[in-house]
């Protein structure tokens, strides 16, 4: 809980390559709406980036891609925290901590870790082996009590919950009784997570390789249009009811997106289109993607031309972090026993 009696939430994003619809509609989206109700701080991840090898020019520039992202989104400084995670020390230190409090046990069962590693375990980095560790710093270092994510990411979430739950009880009689709230994960429903373009049971990444699987926030109109006439269907006209999607994953996809941007329940879209063709269904989902993104886009290039108004964003990000977090690393460090 904050100072003005809000409660308060945290959320990050990697700057690990250009942010797509899933990312807007599963995270960003998301993001503006809870700045009205709650003392928000939204962090660039880029500790948690280099757990993979990441070019460094490719990086600085992701940084700020992602920075510009939050703001053109809607993300507004004033209500907001924006900053960059390692101009925050006070991370890396409870992270350091909280490698003491977590279990292996608790790690070996993360299945990113395991799906991230693949074949290569002992290859990968340490780091990438406790990223759970610092993602549980960032968020308990504000003593956050609401993290928005996508159910990707829940695990790592309960790992969060046990360790703050462990601190706790660990240094109760040292004053850690509940200091640390328990944190709620905030998951939106199964309709926000974007499937890609092309294969309706693979989420919309960063990292696949063909850029046609994905929209960017970065992509022209024309590209977009493209995209979705080229966005895998199949040879059955658009059914009447959600029953009926079941088996249709990539259709369930853009019906999806569609409700997502319109803010109209899928139910209501299929009424509208039931029996016609892709291509009309097609025709009206560009034309509502560039409704929202062209905004965005503008915004973008705006933000990225004035390198000044980002700086001063993210150092006033910086500032105002610091000093909620330094606080609460004092009282850690006491109730420890480090000062
Ligand atoms: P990432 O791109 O993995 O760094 O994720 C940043 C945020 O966007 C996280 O909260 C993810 O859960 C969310 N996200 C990433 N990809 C998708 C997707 N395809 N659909 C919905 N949310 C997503
Ligand atoms: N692990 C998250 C992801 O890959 C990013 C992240 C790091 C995060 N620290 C966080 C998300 C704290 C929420 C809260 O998407």
Redesign the pocket.
């Known amino acids: 809980m904050s100072s003005n009696n809000k409660k308060r939430v945290f ?4 700057p ?2 250009s ?5 807007y ?4 989206k998301n993001f503006v709406n809870l700045q009205n109700d709650f003392d928000c701080l939204y962090c660039i991840v880029d500790l948690h980036a280099i757990t993979v090898w990441q070019n460094p020019v490719n990086l600085r520039a992701n940084i700020l891609d992602v920075a510009s992202a939050y703001l053109a989104c809607g993300i507004d400084p004033k209500k907001s925290i924006i900053f960059v995670q390692s101009s925050v020390p006070h991370h890396v230190e409870l992270s350091w901590i909280f490698n003491c409090i977590s279990r292996i046990g608790w790690l070996n069962r993360m299945t990113q870790f395991k799906e991230k590693a693949g074949k290569n375990k002992e290859k990968v980095s340490a780091g990438l082996y406790i990223y759970p560790n610092l993602m549980a710093a960032d968020i308990l270092l504000y003593l956050a009590d609401l993290v ?6 829940k695990q790592h979430l309960e790992l969060t919950r046990d360790i703050a739950q462990k601190f706790n009880n660990d240094y109760s009689e040292f004053g850690g009784k509940d200091f640390f709230p328990i944190p709620e994960p905030l998951i ?1 429903d199964e309709s ?4 890609s373009l092309r294969d309706g049971t693979k ?4 990292s696949e390789t063909s850029s046609m699987t ?1 929209i960017e926030l970065k992509d022209e109109n024309d590209l977009i249009i493209k995209k979705i006439s080229k966005a895998k269907t199949d040879a059955f006209p658009i059914p009447e009811s959600i029953d009926e999607l079941g088996n249709r994953p990539e259709v369930k996809n853009l019906l999806n997106i569609f409700s997502s941007l319109s803010e109209v329940p899928v139910l209501n879209i299929l009424n509208n289109y039931a029996g016609k063709q892709f291509s009309d269904f097609k025709k009206d989902l560009s034309d509502l993607l560039i409704a929202r993104l062209e905004p965005i886009r503008n915004e973008l290039i705006r933000i990225e031309g004035d390198n000044g108004y980002l700086r001063d964003v993210l150092e006033d990000g910086a500032i105002r972090a610091n000093e909620k977090s330094e606080r609460n690393i004092k009282e850690i460090r006491k109730i420890i026993g480090l000062g």
């Open positions: 959320s990050g994003v990697q690990t390559g942010l797509h619809l899933g990312n509609l599963g995270a960003i928005p994510v996508g159910d990707d990411q939106l926000s997570r974007v499937m989420k919309m990444s960063k994905r």
